[in-house]
């Protein structure tokens, strides 16, 4: 596609139930990122893929959350569970190069708002 | 002490003044830094990167890295109105890790 695109744009949920947030990457990007947004702050990281694989996922806050990336290509952020704090702006990004290695260039999608009720 | 750390502001200049825009890292094994740009209710956009020690400039943007400081700075000449957002700092390799560390970004409000 002509940029990274994520579904759903908006979420409201129940505390205790559980969501999955969507992302399709650029065309032929092989690595694919998960931060997200709260209110005024700045980007947190969740996880990186390279592929299918993620080599680095240190920034999962608990084992609530998973992700997965399937043919190298769409993404899907699994939160089980949900809580309240759990609500902000999730956001992926993909980039053509390994590890934001070269100009670092992400190109985001525009977010999934989530609201846990 | 966070990561990559930047004042939140607001900071304000006026209509062609130049913006400087401030940022400290914590893992002085951090070899490249970026700027984003963030526009309310929109997603990130990449202003500049550096790498070396120095100034890199691109048009009206200046980026300065110090890495014995652990410093990196933006500049913007003769701001614009169309410049107001929030200027995220990123750092690559902070404790290891392989993908972008944000800061938690300086709103900028240039005024006409």
């Known amino acids: 596609g002509a940029g990274v695109s994520q579904s759903p744009s908006n979420k409201v949920t129940e505390k205790g139930k559980d969501v999955e947030l969507r992302c399709d990457p650029i065309s032929g990007h092989t690595a694919l990122y998960w931060y997200r947004q709260s209110l005024g702050q700045g980007l947190e990281f969740l996880i990186y893929f390279q592929g299918n694989s993620a080599p680095d996922k240190s920034g999962l806050p608990s084992d609530r959350f998973s992700a997965e990336r399937t043919g190298g290509s769409v993404s899907t952020l699994t939160i089980q569970r949900t809580q309240q704090e759990d609500s902000a702006v999730y956001l992926c990004?993909?980039?053509?190069?390994?590890?934001?290695?070269?100009?670092?260039?992400?190109?985001f999608g525009e977010g999934s708002r989530l609201t846990v009720l | 002490q966070k990561e990559v750390e930047q004042n939140s502001g607001p900071l304000s200049v006026p209509e062609g003044a130049i913006a400087s825009l401030n940022c400290t890292y914590s893992?002085?094994?951090?070899?490249?830094f970026f700027w984003y740009r963030q526009y309310s209710g929109k997603s990130p956009e990449l202003i500049m990167f550096i790498y070396s020690n120095g100034d890199k400039e691109d048009g009206r943007f200046t980026a300065q890295l110090n890495k014995a400081s652990q410093y990196v700075s933006l500049l913007i000449r003769d701001s614009q109105p169309s410049d107001s957002a929030t200027y995220l700092c990123a750092a690559l390799g902070i404790t290891g890790r392989r993908a972008l560390t944000f800061g938690s970004g300086t709103r900028l409000q240039v005024q006409p």
């Open positions: 893992d002085r094994g951090s070899q490249s």
């Open positions: 990004a993909s980039s053509s190069t390994q590890g934001a290695q070269g100009t670092g260039e992400l190109f």
